[in-house]
């Protein structure tokens, strides 16, 4: 496996608390990626990253902020967490872009009750 | 918006058998990407065809690729128990890629 950790693996939180997911990588590629993975949708693009304090909006990034200040690490904050978040949220990785290989994580179970 | 659309969104079959699933997107891509996911793990990258190209093999995968009629193919031959998972395409557009719903395929012993 590629390697890439996500941080924590399972989260219950409440409705209206801030939530921080972190992805971590050590194979210093330049671009990351943040997807969602819901029943019925697949997996939609959150955020991405193309460089440290590069990052540009996906499909469905209403409600998230990410930050990159470091190449390893890729935060995903919801700042106040509702029950549509709920959802199975996954890091990946990319040596150059989409024209190109990802690697995804493990994922991350958050529940927003 | 989701670009590829696999079908079927459910296969079973006997071990040993063939697999074959498919995948249509809508515009213009460079490349299509077949993943597969075990339940409960991220995505793993099977292969990626470019839009240059007909047909890939990486062992016992097979894609396809007809930019004429919009659609991929993914072949499994001599299925395992192991290759139970979902199975997804996705395309390339803007420096992103856009995932279809996936396949489910289970391989009965």
Request: aromatic letters at 8%.
């Amino acid at each position: 496996d590629a390697g890439i950790t996500q941080s924590p693996r399972h989260k219950v939180t409440e409705t209206g608390t801030p939530v921080t997911l972190r992805c971590h990588q050590t194979e210093n590629h330049r671009y990351m990626y943040w997807y969602r993975q819901d029943p019925g949708h697949g997996l939609r693009l959150i955020h991405y990253s193309y460089g440290v304090k590069d990052t540009d909006k996906g499909e469905v990034s209403d409600g998230y902020s990410v930050s990159r200040s470091k190449t390893e690490d890729f935060l995903l904050t919801l700042e106040s967490a509702t029950s549509s978040q709920t959802s199975v949220y996954f890091c990946a990785i990319s040596a150059a872009g989409s024209s190109y290989e990802q690697y995804f994580g493990p994922g991350t179970r958050l529940t927003v009750t | 918006s989701q670009q590829g659309e696999e079908d079927p969104q459910a296969l079973s079959i006997q071990e040993g058998e063939n697999a074959t699933m498919n995948c249509s997107y809508k515009t213009s891509i460079n490349n299509l990407q077949w993943y597969r996911q075990n339940s409960g793990r991220g995505l793993v990258h099977l292969i990626l065809i470019r839009s240059n190209e007909r047909e890939k093999h990486s062992g016992r995968l097979r894609v396809t690729l007809d930019t004429s009629k919009k659609s991929s193919s993914l072949l499994i031959t001599a299925s395992r128990a192991a290759d139970t998972a979902s199975y997804f395409c996705a395309t390339e557009g803007a420096q992103k890629l856009v995932f279809g719903q996936g396949t489910r395929l289970t391989i009965n012993p």
